[in-house]
């Protein structure tokens, strides 16, 4: 997020807040043709290529990649939850879960609410 908001900022745009991490989601995350498209399009209102910013991103998939196809290293195997360990961390994964899921539902109501501008081939 701190290099879109650099890119943002070096293409003399001023993010509002919450801006730069509705715009990564989008940007980095497996979502639909329609949120992509979206977040593209925001992205070239700031006067930004989109593919150029994606590939200026750094995520969990790009890091993953090097780390396995450049350096030869293989991702960590799951940790067991035990009651001696691990139940703070399952805590924590739940709660990035309900999180994320709190986001995504919001987002999928606010597009269901948003109308399109295409037209309706029904009327």
Do not use: W
Not at 37 to 59: F, K, M, N, Y
Not at 75 to 81: D, E, L, R
Not at 100 to 120: A, F, G, H, M, Q
């Amino acid at each position: 997020m701190r290099v879109l908001r650099s890119l943002l900022l070096d293409a003399g745009e001023t993010p509002v807040d919450g801006e730069v991490p509705a715009l990564f989601e989008p940007l980095t995350d497996d979502v639909s043709d329609l949120e992509r498209g979206r977040a593209h399009h925001q992205v070239e209102r700031h006067g930004l290529d989109p593919e150029a910013v994606v590939s200026e991103l750094v995520t969990y998939r790009t890091i993953h990649r090097h780390l396995t196809d450049c350096r030869g290293r293989e991702a960590p195997t799951a940790s067991v939850i035990t009651a001696d360990r691990g139940v703070a961390a399952a805590e924590d994964r739940v709660e990035k879960l309900e999180l994320r899921v709190t986001r995504v539902t919001k987002k999928t109501l606010t597009e269901l609410r948003t109308p399109t501008t295409s037209p309706n081939p029904t009327m």
